[in-house]
T-cell receptor
Framework: QKEVEQDPGPLSVPEGAIVSLNCTYS??????FMWYRQYSRKGPELLMY????GNKEDGRFTAQVDKSSKYISLFIRDSQPSDSATYLC???????????????FGQGTILTVHP | GAGVSQSPSNKVTEKGKDVELRCDPI?????LYWYRQSLGQGLEFLIY????????KSGLPSDRFSAERTGGSVSTLTIQRTQQEDSAVYLC???????????FGSGTRLTVV
């Protein structure tokens, strides 16, 4: 069993829909939780990060972490065709407040938002 | 430079040949990471370098894989005696010390024929 599980989709929604993307994990030592967006033939780019449990909002994006359930979510409101990409969850153990230490990624969910 | 630069962007090699992949991180970033992404898969950790500390090589899949980072900057990932299962996109990322996100390059797409 993988440490991080993510439904690969694909997920297809109409423009304006609310999108929900999710990951589950098994390693209780994970403390930092991130979402990356990856366009075709590009490297992933950091979209959101959250420390421990809780919610974080940034524009149309909301990240949620529930450590008790080992479950994280990314919500996209008013989805746009430009949101079409692969979304990868990633997580990391605490490294004394530094950025060091490997990220463990989910498989990625392919999202298409059609006009 | 403005971002993480990787070269070549594409590489086709014959089975059994050695290949070298290069990564130029963002200037001043102390940590550098290599990941591999196979078709339809997430990112698989390979190795990371942190300042002057010994690298974490725990993700390297076999002894055919090695990497070095010279002068705390440029890194080279070497794959010896390439196999078809090595075909993937090899991604490099760097980060400053106190940051929780990496900046990735666009990757090197390696095809072993």
């Amino acid at each position: 069993q993988k440490e991080v599980e993510q439904d690969p989709g694909p997920l297809s929604v109409p423009e304006g829909a609310i999108v929900s993307l999710n990951c589950t994990y098994s390693n209780s030592a994970f403390q930092y939780f991130m979402w990356y967006r990856q366009y075709s033939r590009k490297g992933p780019e950091l979209l959101m990060y959250t420390y421990s449990s809780g919610n974080k909002e940034d524009g149309r994006f909301t990240a949620q972490v529930d450590k008790s359930s080992k479950y994280i979510s990314l919500f996209i409101r008013d989805s746009q065709p430009s949101d079409s990409a692969t979304y990868l969850c990633a997580m990391k153990q605490d490294a004394g407040g530094t950025s060091y230490g490997k990220l463990t990624f989910g498989q990625g969910t392919i999202l298409t938002v059609h006009p | 430079g403005a971002g993480v630069s990787q070269s070549p962007s594409n590489k086709v090699t014959e089975k059994g040949k050695d290949v070298e992949l290069r990564c130029d991180p963002i200037s001043g970033h102390t940590a550098l990471y290599w990941y591999r992404q196979s078709l339809g898969q997430g990112l698989e950790f390979l190795i990371y370098f942190q300042g002057n500390s010994a690298p974490d090589k725990s993700g390297l899949p076999s002894d055919r894989f090695s990497a070095e980072r010279t002068g705390g900057s440029v890194s080279t990932l070497t794959i010896q005696r390439t196999q078809q299962e090595d075909s993937a996109v090899y991604l490099c990322a760097s980060s400053p010390q106190f940051s929780y996100g990496y900046t990735f390059g666009s990757g090197t797409r390696l095809t072993v024929v």
